[in-house]
């Protein structure tokens, strides 16, 4: 079975310039998550959809950040314009069931913002 | 927001030796999970936790969860240079039913062959 698939892998941009990161959820799950690791702050939680429509976005760091999830099986997460301090890895994950299941995670993309 | 305290920071062994780390939170959670993250990968799921006093084994990983419901502990026995990585423990708040799941920083193991 394929698992939670982000894309892309890495990304290197110039400081000002748009980035769209995108997350495949495993099929069938019905929550989906935004996490943001760096070495600083470890993984925090960005935002969490639930059957496609948002939950808590409490996380989201600030308004250059926003994501999306037009479906079942696809969301993406924009940063408009980007910053240095926005460099770290993003993580989605997605979770089977709603409330207290595990999510599996995406194997992540490692952002450069130059 | 929740805040999970999560020690030892850091763990250098030696092969065969025995390992445990543990995760303290300030809020009482209703499921506790414990994930393994190797280098440029995503955290995996090890070993999930949905009952006060629970005791779960996967193969030489056992962990608990605590009967405050505001800890769990991780064991591995026997290790090998193969759990080499950081831990994650993470938990899921009881309270408004939320799914927002709160990790800790970590543990970073380093086995010694």
């Known amino acids: ?20 990161l995108r997350c ?16 600083m702050r470890g993984l925090e939680l ?20 926003s994501a999306k999830m037009p479906n079942a099986s ?33 194997q992540g993309t490692r952002l450069t913002v130059v | 927001g929740q805040q999970l305290n999560q020690s030892p920071q850091s763990m250098f ?14 809020s009482i959670f209703n499921t506790w999970l414990w994930y393994k993250q190797d280098p440029g990968e995503g955290p995996v799921l090890l070993i999930a936790l949905y009952k006060a006093g629970e005791l ?9 969860f605590g009967t405050t419901r505001k800890d769990s502990f991780l064991n591995i026995s026997a290790s090998i240079p193969s759990d080499v990585g950081i831990y994650f423990c993470a938990g899921q708040e009881a ?19």
């Open chain 2, 56 to 64: 779960t084994s996967n193969g030489r990983l056992t962990a608990q």
């Open chain 2, 13 to 26: 062994i030696q092969e065969g030796e025995d390992v445990s780390m543990n995760c303290t939170s300030s």
């Open chain 1, 24 to 39: 495949k959820p495993i099929s069938g799950h019905n929550s989906l998550f935004w996490y943001r690791q760096t070495m």
């Open chain 1, 74 to 106: 696809f969301s993406t997460l924009k940063i408009q314009p980007s910053e240095p301090r926005d460099s770290a890895v993003y993580f989605c994950a997605s979770s089977p069931i709603t409330g207290y299941s595990p999510a599996f995670f995406g």
């Open chain 2, 95 to 113: 309270q408004g039913g939320s799914e927002k799941l709160v990790f800790g920083k970590g543990t970073k193991l380093t086995v010694n062959p």
């Open chain 1, 1 to 20: 079975d394929a698992g939670v698939i982000q894309s892309p892998r890495h990304e290197v941009t110039e400081m000002g310039q748009e980035v769209t």
């Open chain 1, 46 to 65: 960005l935002i969490y959809f639930n059957n496609n429509v948002p939950i808590d976005d409490s996380g989201m760091p600030e308004d250059r950040f």
